[in-house]
């Protein structure tokens, strides 16, 4: 019903910058939020950033606040991740995901989120 596609992942130094993208396509009118989540290597899933339309609210883990920032592009059904000042701790497969959250699920569960993307590799290291 929702198809999501990401792009932008590949190698970067450390302090370097990558944007990724997420193009959604399908019945799109129906979500209510999406975000990115990341999975290091050898380890389980992690909330990255999410946005949600109803008061335009963004969330973000801990870690990545002042320099990570999603964005949505409304007129492409595209959202978007910048990664700025990236460390090697960031290395990951990043995930697109989307929602029919109401209000119902914490906006970093994993529950929250019906679609998923097919993940786009990043890989920090000099």
């Known amino acids: 019903q929702v198809q999501l596609v990401e792009s932008g992942g590949g190698l970067v130094q450390p302090g370097r910058s990558l944007r990724l993208s997420c193009a959604a396509s399908?019945?799109?009118?129906?979500?209510?939020?999406m975000g990115w989540f990341r999975q290091a290597p050898g380890k389980g899933l992690e909330f990255v950033a999410a946005f949600k339309w109803i008061g335009g609210r963004t969330f973000y883990k801990d870690s990545v606040k002042g320099r990570f920032t999603i964005s949505r592009d409304n007129a492409e059904n595209t959202v978007y991740l910048q990664m700025n000042s990236l460390n090697p701790e960031d290395t990951a497969v990043y995930y697109c995901v989307a929602g029919y959250d109401g209000g119902t699920y914490y906006y970093a569960a994993v529950e929250g989120y019906q679609y998923w993307g097919q993940g786009t590799q990043v890989t920090v290291s000099s």
């Open positions: 399908g019945s799109i009118f129906s979500i209510n939020v």
